[in-house]
């Protein structure tokens, strides 16, 4: 075989697999597709416990020396209710803080170290189709002509709306439809740079979020149904975003002198994955994978778990066929507990209603007397697979 690992998608995801596969002597192809990463709207803040996985793998240092910024604190605003500033080493079993960091700039640092480990990147180049052989799988792609290399094993790590996954014959479930999703760089933003922000409006169902990327830069959102709101794109729809974020809670002053850089867009932000992320000799990581509604800031925390789980796999199998079947079995026990939780969490905070509104005063008086109610996975990530014992005391059913 030409190499013993082909990675599609040379984001986040595969960036950071390749770099651990180089380092453990494995022979690493990255194809990226992009030249140069551009700004896109996604998910740009990473959990505690998606920090914890980037210690293991190695890749902390080069997510701050792309940029990443610490975000210690998490504060929740609600109309009408003081904040709630929230500690997050203190809160997170793995005893980390978050990050808030700018994709593009991450992306670069995190593929240059997968070159300095050993792995060879193409950038600019495009995947064309998968033929899966006894002993491995034959890529083709097109970088000015189409050409074709060898694999023992191929990674699909692009995104969402992974091409990897298509070539490869994976079906992809989708979820009922969820919201949407407007986001934004904004520079001059005057809020607490330590912590990320989200204010919520029960009323409408809908929220706006802050994540701090720098002492006065970051991302902005506002998440809502689809009936809700209309897409909002390009720059003439900036003034929408400004007064919706104002009506779901941000204060005048955040964005009074805000500035906005790159593009403004809106992401259909409904769920989507697959039941089988490997099917052989090929394997699906992050979004590729699975992809929860991203207003729960989940994606890149559970892309590195990924990561974690197929590397440990290939570096402890001799035979990479049963390490496909172990990862597969490792990831599909994580996002579905990941996403059960989640599911749980829409229901209770994103009902409208005032029995939805008892309903989510009576769990959360429940919560502050007795907090192990509240399993907090969106800091602790899948720790454990719930049960319906756990739905109910999460309600305040029991």
Known sequence: ????????????????????????????????????FTDRNRGEWLAPWGVADAKKLGIYEALMAGGAHELPFFTVYG???????????????SGELSLGFYHPDVQTSLLTAAEDAGAEVLRGTAVRGLERGGEGVTVSYQN??????????VVGA??????????????????????????????????????????????????ALFFPQGPDHGRAYLTYPP????????????????????KMGVPDTAY????????LTTLDMTERWVDEPYQGHVAMIGDAAGATDPTHGQGMSITFRDVVAL??????????????????ESHNRD????????????????????EADARRDHAGQLWREDPARNPMMILNGPFKVPTELDRQRYFGEV
């Open 79 to 93: 109309v009408g209710a003081d904040p709630i500033r929230m500690p997050l080493q203190q809160l997170s079993q």
């Open 144 to 153: 000015g002509s189409v050409k074709s290399v060898d694999g023992r094993f």
């Open 1 to 36: 075989m030409a190499y013993d690992l082909i990675m599609i998608g040379g984001g986040l995801g595969g960036a950071a697999l390749a770099r651990v596969m180089a380092q453990a002597g494995a022979k690493v192809l990255v194809i990226e597709r992009a030249e140069e």
């Open 227 to 246: 009936d809700e709101l209309p897409r909002l794109n390009g720059h003439e729809d900036w003034g929408a975003f400004s007064d919706e974020s104002t």
């Open 256 to 263: 009074g002198s805000a500035t906005v850089r790159g593009s």
């Open 311 to 328: 590397s440990d796999a290939l570096k402890s199998h001799d035979d990479w066929d049963e390490a496909g079947h172990a990862y597969s």
């Open 335 to 354: 996002f579905r507990s990941l996403k059960t939780y989640l599911d749980w969490a829409d229901e209770l905070q994103y009902a409208i209603g005032p």
């Open 158 to 207: 692009d995104g969402r709306d992974s091409v990897a996954r298509s070539w490869a014959g994976i079906d992809v479930v989708r979820g009922p439809q969820g919201r949407l999703g407007a986001g934004v760089i904004l520079e001059s933003v005057d809020v607490d740079p330590e912590s990320g922000h989200i204010w919520r409006d029960f009323s409408r169902g809908c929220r």
